[in-house]
């Protein structure tokens, strides 16, 4: 759907594929769509739908009068033979912008046309609808089969803009009308936030044939992406609260200039159609006047706002190419069914379009300037209407249409640049709402000697658990590996664990570490070719969450992924999976994963193993903060913070936080972050599992398991996957 009235042109191969034979579906169609935006105007009265709320939006009689103008105009006037114009006077009154057509009565005027009255406009489209059913009967060209269908999506883009425009009028009335009190609203995600990375590379965007499109959506073509990671979730009106409160709306380095000027000229503070009251901040929509419920994605901003509070949440808005190559992942939610998604992208020509000849031609290619790309589709999206090629535009400042945010960023990790993706990691943590910071990065020098430290506590007993296991089960798992195989540890720290599996299993030829932290990486590499010189050991310092390859010294080798620890646990659900998937891409499809997992128990247990008496996790968590300040020349004060730690039930995870214990300014990263005394820095989660649940897990990212051992209480369970 397009702002301005009309939709651009049916794609051209797509004529091609269109059969005579069609034109028996055509009747049913043209009828049921016609009927929808009859009923789309039931509930409202004559002057409701006379009215015009601003110069963008047009009168819901006129949506129904031009979008039956359309039929007249480019279908009944040159097709049917003996069809009689309604009246001569509604081409200028219902044409838009069709400039080969004729004269057109002004947009912004369309709301003082009291004549024709609706009664008249209804008289007007059951002419024309009786007159269409009749063309529909003959045996029509391929041409006109496009054509027709062109014409349906058209008046598809008007159900939506009616919707959209009827919500500017009654929010202007101080009567707060509902249009339907019972408007079905829109729905939370069902899962938690996740950045769900994608490798980029060359793929393909557009539309390439079969089915409808508009002529804008294509030619399909190929792009180039660099890795980059996007958000599983629409950003929450929670989350734009929290924007709000940090002075979103009156922090100029968070604008672009011009949305800057927007903000002052036209005094925004919130999303179009919120309302401060007594209660709280209110949302006017289409079932009226409701409480601003933090779960749901915020709707109602503009591209401005959105790359405002991007800038803010330490992010960036998604590419068009980088949201359509994602469309269809499992672990993307929200993708079509709540508001549009503002994208960076200003709204141009895919490579090669070209303009069709004629009138039905010409609204596309002349708009393609000065306004911004949006993809996916809304709740108010007439069913089947969108696609992952379609390409919504609007101009910058817009914020009448239902337009949220899904956010983006690099994935530098992955593009190898270690150091670039701690600074972003770090700028995206504590830049945002509720501040976090990947656990992954816990682990330096000293991160990794504290964890070792950790492992050998009365009260973490994962590790103890685990190695005990792993004593009594290694002849059996030392059964299930090749002779010749590479064992490739993921988060390798010191490889303490990795020993029994290397002792029960001599026929591994291969070692391969991968670490994030290079001293941990190279000591235990040194250790291992001590202990085992029979043993080729091939050391990767990479983020092993973000590795494509094993590099070519492995090449060929059946080779078993190893991955104790539970560190599975630190990845929320959706990312786990994502993981997950990522490690059988790396290993091979007849690999082997070794998996340890730790499994769910009292809350006792839980929180003593990550908040022990003698301070060490304390320390280890603290020891984030001391890496920014090395690192990345920060001047962060560790008495400023405290260490916590607690079971989730609802989550299913220990939480480890940092307290914030006083208000304070610090820097680093060259970026200055305000701490408020009480919010905290969520550094970790370790998620505990059932066996069932992480089977089921492990079979959404493509594994099945093979063997699953389980060791006394506490409980932990180490699985072979395949």
Do not use: C
Not at 403 to 419: F, T
Not at 424 to 446: C, E, H, N, Q
Request: glycine share 8%.
């Amino acid at each position: 759907m397009a702002p301005h009235d009309d939709a651009p042109l049916l794609e051209n191969d797509t004529k091609t594929n269109l059969s005579s034979a069609r034109a028996k579906d055509f009747s049913g169609r043209y009828t049921a769509i016609r009927q929808a935006s009859v009923d789309l105007a039931a509930p409202l009265s004559a002057e409701d739908q006379a009215a015009q709320a601003m110069p963008d939006a047009s009168p819901t009689k006129w949506h129904l009068a031009h979008t039956t103008w359309f039929w007249e105009t480019f279908l009944l006037k040159p097709q049917l033979a003996g069809y009689v114009e309604f009246d001569p006077a509604f081409g200028y009154l219902f044409n838009s912008y069709y400039e080969a057509v004729g004269a057109r009565h002004p947009r912004p005027a369309r709301g003082l046309l009291t004549r024709p009255s609706v009664a008249q406009i209804m008289a007007y489209r059951a002419h024309v609808d009786e007159a269409m059913l009749r063309l529909l009967r003959e045996d029509l060209p391929p041409a006109t089969l496009a054509l027709i269908d062109l014409g349906l999506a058209h008046e598809e883009q008007h159900q939506e803009l009616v919707l959209m425009d009827i919500l500017s009028l009654f929010a202007l009335n101080p009567l707060q009308p509902a249009y339907r009190s019972a408007w079905a609203g829109f729905q939370p995600a069902s899962r938690d936030l996740a950045m769900v990375a994608f490798d980029g590379g060359r793929v393909s965007i557009g539309h390439g044939g079969g089915g409808f499109a508009f002529d804008n959506e294509g030619p399909r073509h190929e792009t180039l992406l660099r890795p980059y990671r996007l958000a599983s979730r629409l950003v929450t009106n929670g989350e734009w609260l929290a924007f709000m409160a940090d002075g979103g709306y009156r922090r100029a380095e968070f604008w672009l200039s011009d949305g800057w000027a927007m903000v002052q000229s036209q005094g925004w503070t919130a999303p179009e159609y919120w309302r401060q009251t007594d209660d709280g901040w209110s949302a006017f929509d289409l079932s009226g006047l409701r409480p601003v419920d933090p779960a749901q994605p915020v709707r109602h901003v503009s591209y401005y706002e959105a790359a405002a509070y991007a800038a803010w949440a330490g992010k960036r808005l998604p590419t068009e190419a980088e949201w359509e190559a994602a469309a269809g992942h499992p672990d993307l939610e929200q993708m079509a069914d709540e508001v549009w998604q503002w994208t960076a992208s200003a709204y141009s020509p895919h490579p090669g379009f070209v303009s069709a000849p004629g009138a039905v031609g010409e609204y596309n290619g002349k708009f393609m300037v000065g306004q911004m790309v949006l993809k996916g589709g809304a709740r108010i999206t007439p069913p089947g209407h969108t696609r992952p090629s379609y390409r919504n535009f609007f101009y910058p400042h817009q914020r009448w249409m239902f337009s949220g945010v899904r956010l983006a960023e690099d994935d530098v990790a992955a593009a190898g640049d270690a150091e670039g993706a701690f600074r972003a990691d770090v700028i995206a943590g504590l830049s945002a709402p509720r501040k976090t910071l990947p656990a992954k990065w816990f682990y330096d020098a000293r991160g990794s000697d504290l964890f070792e430290d950790i492992t050998r506590l009365a009260e973490y007993y994962p590790t103890r658990q685990e190695a005990a296991l792993l004593r009594r089960i290694a002849p059996e798992v030392a059964a299930a590996i090749p002779s010749g195989a590479t064992l490739v540890e993921l988060g390798s720290g010191a490889s303490v664990k990795t020993r029994l599996v290397l002792d029960a299993a001599p026929q591994i030829a291969t070692y391969a570490p991968i670490d994030i932290s290079a001293s941990a990486l190279e000591a235990a590499a040194a250790a291992i070719r001590a202990d085992y010189p029979h043993l080729t050991v091939t050391p990767l310092e990479r983020d092993f969450t973000a590795a494509d390859d094993l590099g070519d010294a492995l090449t060929g080798a059946s080779r078993i992924g190893f991955f104790p620890g539970s560190t599975i646990g630190n990845f929320a659900p959706a990312e786990a999976v994502a993981l997950l998937q990522r490690i059988r891409g790396l290993l091979g499809p007849e690999s082997l994963l070794l998996i340890g997992v730790d499994l769910a128990k009292d809350a006792a247990t839980l929180e003593a193993a990550y908040d022990d008496a003698a301070g060490v996790t304390a320390a280890f968590n603290l020891n984030l903060l001391a890496r920014i300040n090395r690192e990345l020349d920060g001047d962060l004060d560790l008495q400023d913070f405290a260490h916590r730690a607690a079971w989730n039930r609802l989550e299913g995870r220990v939480e480890m936080h940092l307290e914030v214990l006083r208000s304070h300014r610090a820097h680093a990263a060259g970026r200055t972050f305000e701490f408020v005394a009480g919010e905290t820095i969520h550094t970790e989660n370790s998620y505990k599992f059932t066996v069932e649940g992480f089977s089921g897990l492990a079979a959404r990212a493509g594994w099945k398991v093979r063997r699953t051992w389980v060791s006394p209480a506490p409980e932990f369970a180490v699985l072979l996957l395949g």
